[in-house]
């Protein structure tokens, strides 16, 4: 196995977008998103869920909520040999405590593209977590386990959360920022401690930020400037709510910085032809006022996210609302 | 005259959103931005700039292009009693080097409803920034000195210009990062070098930046952790190109640190009529790719302005012709 480098830019925009179009994106889309991550010098690329499709009704949901293998392969498949010669990247899915069949739906590494499996776990589901990140990794992935809703968690419960997770075969740990309401303090103090425990077992550290706060890039690159070293983004913050940290701002600040690998300028044309013609059809997703209001409390996006489908734009008696 | 709090914030909303819609505010939007600021807390609200007539044709510009002494007094004197007895506001005007009769068109600070003359220059107008500041302090009135397109200066150069400025009657420096071009690192660097002098003159540092990389709002912040206790930001972003730090965010983020007298919620209303209402009209602001772009390339936005306003979106072209 070769050493992990250094730093790893994870591309979320098919997974964490999926989650504001219902993961209908089209196969088009998927090979372009594909073949711009290996231009772009994106190290994984997540192509969305493996959710149970007991809980989630199929004809509801595109096929990225529930990322088979073969409908992964199919993408890979289609890209030309020598655009994937030219660089290897790797495949990620996201798996959620409760929510995934990881018995049935996760079969051997052996047997499949996929490379990474990024168990999502709130900390109330901990127990649930440590199975499937075994799991995964007795079948052959690597493992990361990212820890949502991080801006409420109680001290005693994350520390005891850390300490658990970090005895699990485990790679990275991840600092997910759901609601979009970590101010730069916040976010140091979370990142410092999550590299305390890290350090300690030999994982890595992650950043996945939303961006209620306008904060998401300035949050990313805050966590990496003190140690984490798994840096997720998506394509024009495509996903949930006001979405991530943006790629393109993340691609632009690293090259610039002289990392070696990232580029900007790929991005350009996947963004002008597909997030375009996303929003072109009525997509809506990205910082609004009532992002920064469900963020500023420290909440769930929900609220907001219904506010934008209504069309609303009384700010003012949402905030009563929400207060 | 009273000791200056620690902290100022200075809604720049008709300034430097005046570069968006040539100034043609109407009164009913700087009452009710007067009547908003007041209940935020905002200490100095800048209602334009006073720009020469000779340069500027009146009849292609606002008139807080220009902000003559009675119709900044016409705003204030319709504000209800009640309303300005319960809070002491500021008000500021800027005048650029080089643009600006301030012989003629800046009275004596007691014939003067304005408080404050913020004076704009580039690193190599220093001698008339330091003219400027001089009549303006002698006329009676507070003064800053904004330093812009700070991301592209020589550091003996800057050197130089901080000793020269701080020798001045002027009180505050101000970090302009006109280009957005600034990440969190460079903005630090340029911060504690304004600081390391005015701490030596008994000065104080501000920040007024641009939200080309979305760090507005971040490096406000970030200038604030360190010691500039003079912030800049317009409502709902307003400004050249991209647009600044987020007023909204900021008072969010003041309140929320326990900072006394700012509020975010009584900027909504405000938001809800009057800028969505800027944008209904079709006047645009705000991040977008192209803007990342020059900041990224640490230019002057001039051209991505174009770029939207051509209603242009290839962005890989443009981003060609930039290089």
């Not at 994937?84 to 018995?103: E, L, Q, S, Y």
């Not at 499937?132 to 386990?145: F, L, P, Q, T």
């Not at 300690?200 to 306008?214: E, I, P, R, S």
């Not at 890039?217 to 966590?223: H, P």
Request: hydrophobic residues 40%; aromatic residues 10%.
């Amino acid at each position: 196995m070769c050493e992990m480098k250094k730093l790893q830019v994870v591309d979320a925009t098919m997974r964490d977008g999926g989650l504001v179009n219902d993961f209908y994106f089209e196969d088009a889309l998927a090979k372009a998103l594909y073949e711009t991550n290996l231009r772009t010098g994106v190290d994984y690329m997540e192509f969305g869920y493996k959710a149970s499709k007991r809980l989630f009704d199929p004809a509801k949901n595109g096929k990225w909520k529930y990322c088979k293998d073969e409908d992964v392969r199919a993408i890979v498949d289609s890209v030309d040999k020598e655009k994937k010669a030219a660089r290897k990247m790797k495949i990620a899915v996201m798996a959620d405590v409760g929510r995934c069949d990881f018995h049935e739906d996760i079969r051997p590494k052996a047997e499949s593209p996929i490379d990474m499996i990024r168990v999502a776990t709130y900390l109330d589901t901990i127990p649930g977590a440590v199975e499937m990140i075994e799991d995964a990794a007795n079948k052959g992935y690597e493992v990361s386990c990212n820890l949502m809703a991080i801006s409420q968690a109680k001290e005693a419960e994350l520390d005891e959360a850390l300490e658990t997770l970090a005895k699990t075969p485990v790679s990275v740990l991840y600092v997910v920022d759901s609601y979009g309401a970590l101010y730069p303090e916040h976010a140091k103090l979370l990142v410092s401690k999550f590299l305390e425990v890290a350090n300690k077992y030999d994982k890595k550290v992650g950043m996945h930020a939303h961006n209620n706060l306008q904060l998401a890039f300035s949050n990313t690159i805050l966590a990496h400037s003190i140690g984490a070293t798994w840096l997720d983004g998506t394509y024009d913050s495509m996903g949930r709510g006001a979405g991530n940290c943006a790629m393109e701002l993340l691609l632009g600040y690293l090259e610039k910085q002289g990392f070696d690998g990232y580029h900007m300028a790929p991005a350009l044309p996947f963004l002008d032809e597909y997030m375009e013609g996303l929003k072109k059809k009525g997509i809506v997703w990205g910082y609004d006022l009532q992002y920064l209001m469900t963020g500023l409390l420290n909440q769930h996006p929900r609220a907001a996210i219904q506010f934008t489908k209504e069309g609303r734009e009384d700010h003012e008696a949402f905030w009563r609302e929400l207060k």
